[in-house]
């Protein structure tokens, strides 16, 4: 049972535009969400999170949205440059007892120059 | 700094063989974890450790051993080597809880493809 799920595969975009890449979650335990970003042949690296008592953080070009309610989250890329060319997965932690970081699919997303 | 460090990068295996991938951390981590990713799957959780001493199962434990006998290490064993678990493995380490840090602290190593033949 997939608990955190990106239903897009792959994501193609034009250079300077904006990337939305979208995860949904079933889990209402999760407090804690976080985006990874992956190259081949690399362990996934960090990129942003947010808390479940926010409903948006901004990093640089990164911004994450949190919906509650619909239980989705989304990553937006603005303005999308050819290096962000990656696999992009969504991630969610229980806090409290444990940390286990649940994984989502991944996008893979492709900006063109 | 090293970070994490996950040995061999690439393996082939026989159907049956048996062997132990090795994951290292330098950083004084609690919690490590095993993960692996197929296409289409993310990355799934085999086995996780919130101390050494203590470990417990994830998504995907059949066909896996763990131990963590120190706070460094925490190799994975294959038992008995399947196809099915041809895949690239990808051990992490990170703090027991949220630890003032916005990811945790999550630190993954450079994986190790492994292909059962």
């Known amino acids: 049972d997939q608990q955190v799920k990106q239903n897009s595969p792959s994501l193609s975009v034009q250079e300077g535009r904006i990337s939305i890449l979208n995860c949904d979650y079933t889990n209402s335990m999760f407090d804690y969400f976080l985006w990874y970003k992956k190259y081949p042949a690399e362990g996934p690296t960090f990129l942003i999170s947010i808390s479940s008592i926010k409903d948006k953080n901004e990093d640089g070009r990164f911004t994450v949205f949190l919906n509650k309610s619909a239980k989705h989250l989304s990553l937006h890329i603005v303005p ?6 990656a ?7 229980i806090g ?10 991944g996008t893979l997303l492709a900006v063109q120059p | ?12 295996l026989k159907t049956g063989q048996s062997m132990t991938l090795q ?22 959780l085999i086995h996780y450790s919130v101390g050494a001493g203590i470990t417990d199962q994830g998504e995907v434990p059949n066909g896996y051993n763990v131990s963590r006998s120190t706070t460094e290490d925490f190799p994975l064993r ?8 041809t895949s690239v ?29």
């Open chain 2, 78 to 85: 294959l038992l008995s080597a399947a196809p099915s678990q």
């Open chain 1, 96 to 105: 409290g007892a444990t940390n286990k970081l649940i994984f989502g699919t």
């Open chain 1, 80 to 85: 999308s440059q050819p290096g962000d060319s």
């Open chain 1, 87 to 93: 696999v992009y997965f969504c991630a969610a932690i």
């Open chain 2, 89 to 117: 493995y990808f051990c992490a380490s990170s703090y027991a809880v949220g630890g003032g840090y916005s990811n945790y602290g999550y630190t993954f190593g450079s994986g190790t493809r492994l292909t059962v033949v």
């Open chain 2, 1 to 12: 700094n090293a970070g994490v460090t996950q040995t061999p990068k690439f393996q082939v």
């Open chain 2, 23 to 44: 994951c290292a951390q330098d950083m004084n981590h609690e919690y490590m974890s095993w993960y692996r990713q197929d296409p289409g799957m993310g990355l799934r």
